[in-house]
Nanobody
């Protein structure tokens, strides 16, 4: 049974940093692309970015508005993926979801709803000015 459990959300001031974690189980984690999505109040779900399957070498891709501020990393030994968020802005306020391409549709990119098949429960990030 696939399980994704996010943690690390909270409330911060604009300009501060936050790291989200996602613990995964039930599928071959190191061989699967992982992604982060977010949904702000009243807005559509959007992909923040993804990290490819793999170990030493991985490929990441990010939403334009978070490039240079957010970084996705993974620790295959711990079956965890992280979203490091720096220089947070009020517009980053959203519920953040970890997602997995647990079926292995695309090893490189999975920053699209159609490319992931399992989701975490979400964690709230609130950035105030």
């Amino acid at each position: 049974q696939v399980q994704l459990v996010e943690s690390g959300g909270g409330s911060v001031q604009a300009g501060e940093s936050l790291m989200l974690s996602c613990a995964a189980s039930g599928f071959p984690f190191s061989r699967r692309c992982m992604a982060w999505f977010r949904q702000a109040p009243g807005k559509d779900l959007e992909a923040v970015g993804s990290i490819s399957a793999g170990g030493i070498t991985t490929t990441t891709r990010y939403l334009d508005s978070v490039k240079g501020r957010f970084t996705i990393s993974r620790n295959n030994a711990r079956n965890m993926v992280f979203l490091h968020m720096n220089t947070l802005k009020t517009e980053d306020t959203a519920v953040y979801y970890c997602a997995a391409d647990d079926r292995g549709f695309n090893d490189k990119y999975c920053d699209s709803v159609g490319l992931v098949s399992s989701w975490g429960q979400g964690t709230q990030v609130t950035v105030s000015s």
